[in-house]
Nanobody, 126 residues
């Protein structure tokens, strides 16, 4: 059974930090690009970052560049999203997702991802 389980969400103050984790099982983790997405109430799900296995590069939305860092540990089937200098507009449910096919120009599109976690809430207070 394919599973992606996010953890590490919670309440943070503006300017603070949180680290999200994504634990994967049931598929060959090394073969999949892992992405982070978020969805705020009333808004569409948006791509935050991804770690591509195709080119070994990381990609970020402009809104989080310089503040968020994504990494992965293939030995443990774990993916991380280190979030610093958090802002109230970062408040959302954060999801990790796995994609077999990767395209650098469209990494942020949810439809390209095959498996999804249930999400973890991140709330940033001003």
């Amino acid at each position: 059974e394919v599973q992606l389980v996010e953890s590490g969400g919670g309440l943070a103050q503006a300017g603070g930090s949180l680290r999200l984790s994504c634990a994967a099982s049931g598929f060959t983790f090394d073969d999949y690009t892992i992405g982070w997405f978020r969805q705020a109430p009333g808004k569409e799900r948006e791509g935050v970052s991804c770690f591509s296995v195709s080119d070994g590069m990381t990609y970020y939305a402009d809104s989080v560049k310089g503040r968020f860092t994504t990494s992965r540990d293939n030995t443990k089937n774990l993916m991380y999203l280190q979030m610093t200098n958090l802002k109230p507009e970062d408040t959302a449910v954060y999801y990790c997702a796995a994609a077999w096919n990767f395209f650098a120009t469209t990494w942020y599109k949810p439809l390209l991802y095959d498996f999804w976690g249930q999400g973890t809430q991140v709330t940033v207070a001003s």
